[in-house]
């Protein structure tokens, strides 16, 4: 089958790779019809790059349909249209029976003390091959598999597999309290789908992105925008629009790859050229996350916020304004998207007839898998107005 293989720093390329098989009774494999390009690619596209080996597929927000199940999965059966949660998840443990899926202590990558297994990322999260091929081995397939009605077209369901139970959680770790506001840092497909269903859910929303079409976007759906570019001090802006205390709440997703932080990038890059287990033991012991927009955030939510981390960080050891997180009292949450938590409650608003949540405006490209790497570029790069980019094997 194609497979969107990675091979080294900014090399992704389509390749002919064996056909995944059923190895437990807990597996299925699924025939994907619609996968798409993450912002946390992204970090293995580049930055993450020491965990990484060439030959591994990528790909965590995959749908399509059921080839083919193990005999211990029965709640679908071949024939029928899934989304695949980017975390791996056994739906049976003690984080798993609390709605902690993305910490399943069956799939744990307890090597490496880090959380719930992931699709196609990096041996950090177990070294799963994912889901930008033509075909998926699906683990914990007992459990995972999110049916969808047959009908509608695949852009109506693909973001439940990541953007959109990621977007929830972050609304819902952001406490923003009845008819508050919030700040979003960061308009990529996660933030763009934060700052909807924040709307949606009431609030006043501030979206904050320095890409234009990334603002424009956002102000189709009723955002109020701010271009970090104009504004030496966007905390202070944003303080301006809110009777100076700033906003209720905040939500970062941007992530560790922030602009503008020279020293953090040039030892980004440095990393990238030192041997693997040098590279790895610097990651994991030394901070090395651009933290620029986590500075920002933690600068814009009002004294006593909350402040909703959502974008992915990765250094061991970052310094962080404690002074300043004590003193105003902030509340922090933040992790990976438990993604079957909240599944009930987005089905609805993505089945209906309606589109609430405006999921038919997030995609800008859609393309074939051989054109995976050139969709990668784009996306990374920002060029040709990406933000979103849909492969359909
Ligand atoms: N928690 C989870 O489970 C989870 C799931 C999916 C993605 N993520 C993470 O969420 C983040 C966003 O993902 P995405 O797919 O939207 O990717 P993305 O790369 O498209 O989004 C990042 C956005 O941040 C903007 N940005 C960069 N620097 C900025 C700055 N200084 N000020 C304002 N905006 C700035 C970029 O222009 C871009 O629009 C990534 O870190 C990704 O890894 C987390
Ligand atoms: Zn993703
Ligand atoms: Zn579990």
Redesign the pocket.
């Known amino acids: 089958m194609k497979a969107l293989v990675w091979h080294d720093r900014r090399d992704v390329r389509c390749d002919d790779v064996p056909d995944p098989t059923l190895r437990e009774p807990t597996d299925a494999i699924v025939r994907i019809t619609t996968t798409a390009i993450?912002?946390?690619d992204?970090?293995l596209y580049e930055v993450l790059e020491p965990f990484m080996e060439p030959g591994d597929v990528l790909g965590h927000e995959p749908m399509g349909i059921v080839e083919e199940v193990g005999p211990e999965v029965s709640h679908v059966s071949p024939g029928d249209r899934v989304v695949v949660p980017?975390?791996i998840a056994c739906g049976r443990c003690f984080m798993c029976d609390r709605g902690l899926y993305?910490q399943c202590e069956t799939t744990q990558v307890r090597e490496h003390g880090c959380g719930a297994a992931l699709l196609g990322y990096s041996k950090l999260y177990g070294q799963v091959p994912g889901g930008q091929a033509e075909y998926l081995r699906v683990p914990q397939a007992q459990f995972g598999p999110i049916k969808v009605p047959k009908g509608p077209p695949d852009e109506r369901f693909i973001y439940l597999a990541?953007?959109l139970?990621?977007a929830w959680?972050?609304v819902e770790y952001a406490s923003i309290p009845e008819g508050g506001s919030v700040t979003v840092?960061?308009?990529?497909?996660?933030?763009?789908m934060s700052a909807r269903i924040a709307r949606h859910r009431g609030a006043r929303v501030i979206g904050?992105?320095?890409?234009p079409e990334?603002l424009e976007m956002a102000g189709r759906h009723g955002i109020e925008t701010v271009d970090?570019n104009e504004h030496d001090d966007?905390p202070a802006m944003i303080r301006e629009l809110t009777d100076g205390r700033g906003t209720d709440s905040v939500i970062d997703?941007?992530?560790?790859?922030?602009?503008?932080a020279p020293a953090v990038k040039a030892m980004q890059t440095l990393t990238g050229m030192l041997p693997d287990s040098v590279a790895q033991t610097l990651f994991q012991k030394a901070g090395v996350d651009r933290l620029?927009?986590l500075l920002?955030a933690i600068d814009t939510v009002r004294r006593g916020g909350t402040l909703s981390?959502?974008?992915?960080?990765g250094g061991a050891m970052d310094p962080l304004p404690m002074l300043k997180l004590f003193d105003k009292q902030i509340q922090i949450r933040?992790?990976?998207?438990n993604v079957k938590r909240w599944i009930d409650d987005l089905m609805p608003l993505v089945s209906g007839e309606s589109d609430p949540l405006g999921v038919g405006d997030l995609a800008t490209h859609h393309l074939p898998i051989e054109q995976g790497p050139h969709g990668y570029e784009i996306?990374?790069m920002?060029q040709d107005g990406a933000?979103?980019v849909l492969l359909h094997p």
């Open positions: 993450c912002g946390s992204l970090h980017f975390n993305s990541d953007v139970p990621t959680q972050a840092y960061g308009l990529g497909p996660i933030g763009q904050v992105d320095i890409v990334r970090a966007v997703a941007v992530g560790m790859e922030a602009h503008g620029t927009v920002q981390i959502t974008g992915v960080y933040m992790g990976q998207a996306f990374q920002k933000i979103k």
